[in-house]
């Protein structure tokens, strides 16, 4: 990519995807790791779920911090013009699988579809602390509704989070100092 110019959004959104499918790879890892603990703790299996959420969610908060950071220099420096529909674009497609997941579950659980619970809980292995949480069966069946909004909402974590990274990050508030060191008071 050269300097003055914006990277085209099919390469910004192709990393994006590969930045959550190596998240979701360290999450198979990590939760096969703890799985043993687990299944016998309830402290751990709410560690786990809290802990794979932020390891994917942190992937992507480092995915598009990188690319708000390059966006407000091109600004800066190169009189690039500003997005301001890309951090809605990146939210969109960085966890794409993450959405055609729980599309294709939400017509699984209408009947549209075969049951695929046990392949959304295998592919989206953050989420698979979370539904052991609250069912303990692989089947459509055994989701409830209040179960499948709870994986709605922890689908929503996603977007959110590369929303405010990037708009913050645009706005030069410094995200890194304030999550390592706290808000710093001026003298």
Not at 3 to 19: C, D, H, N, S
Not at 46 to 59: D, P
Not at 61 to 66: A, D, R
Request: with cysteine; proline share 3%.
């Amino acid at each position: 990519m050269r300097a003055e110019t914006r990277e085209k959004f099919y390469k910004r959104a192709v990393k994006g995807i590969l930045w959550w499918l190596g998240g979701d790879f360290i999450c198979v890892i990590y939760t096969m790791c703890m799985l043993v603990i687990m299944t016998r703790f309830m402290a751990v299996k709410i560690f786990t779920a809290f802990s794979a959420v932020i390891i994917m969610n942190g992937l992507l908060f480092n995915f598009t911090y990188n690319c708000a950071v390059r966006d407000r220099n091109l600004i800066r420096y190169h009189d690039v013009s500003d997005d301001p529909k890309m951090p809605f674009k990146i939210a969109l497609t960085a966890p794409l699988p993450q959405y055609l997941l729980l599309i294709a579950l939400l017509l699984s659980k209408l009947g549209l579809i075969g049951d695929i619970f046990r392949y959304y809980a295998l592919i989206n292995i953050q989420s698979l602390a979370w539904i052991d949480l609250f069912t303990e069966g692989r089947t459509i069946a055994d989701l409830s509704w209040a179960g499948f909004g709870g994986l709605f909402l922890l689908t929503l974590i996603s977007p959110a989070v590369i929303i405010l990274t990037y708009k913050c990050t645009l706005r030069e508030v410094d995200i890194k100092a304030l999550l390592l060191y706290g808000k710093k008071t001026k003298k």
